[in-house]
């Protein structure tokens, strides 16, 4: 079992910034991937940004050079920096994990909470 808690949504204004937390625990032999998604009212499910465990990254066209994703490997913690927020940007955003609970062991995907961001125009 991998537990995700996520933070540092909130409320903001169109051009300002937030950082996105996510802190994984549990049963972690190895980490494969950490992601953003994120869903807004009536919308599906969508990428934000991936990153790899060797530190591939992949980013949604509509966020390319305004979001940084990044993880602290020591913390098992992920971090969506996100900058020149739009009105379009409004969702919740879920954290995924991706990894294994021992050596050889099948890779599992875990989602967290979800933390709302709302930008305001």
């Known amino acids: 079992q991998v537990q995700l808690v996520e933070s540092g949504g909130g409320l903001v204004q169109a051009g300002e910034s937030l950082r996105l937390s996510c802190a994984a625990s549990?049963?972690?032999?190895?980490?494969?991937?950490m992601a953003w998604y994120r869903q807004a009212p009536g919308k599906q499910r969508e990428l934000v940004a991936s990153?790899?465990?060797?530190?591939?990254?992949n980013y949604a066209n509509s966020v390319k050079g305004r979001f940084t994703i990044s993880t602290d490997n020591a913390k098992n913690t992920a971090y969506l920096q996100m900058n020149s927020l739009k009105s379009e940007d409004t969702a919740v955003y879920y954290c995924?994990?991706?990894?294994?609970?021992?050596?050889?062991?099948?890779?599992?995907?875990?989602w967290g909470q979800g933390t709302q961001v709302t930008v305001s125009s």
């Open positions: 995924k994990f991706q990894g294994s609970a021992w050596f050889g062991g099948p890779l599992i995907d875990s």
């Open positions: 549990g049963s972690i032999f190895s980490v494969n991937a």
């Open positions: 990153i790899t465990d060797n530190g591939s990254t």
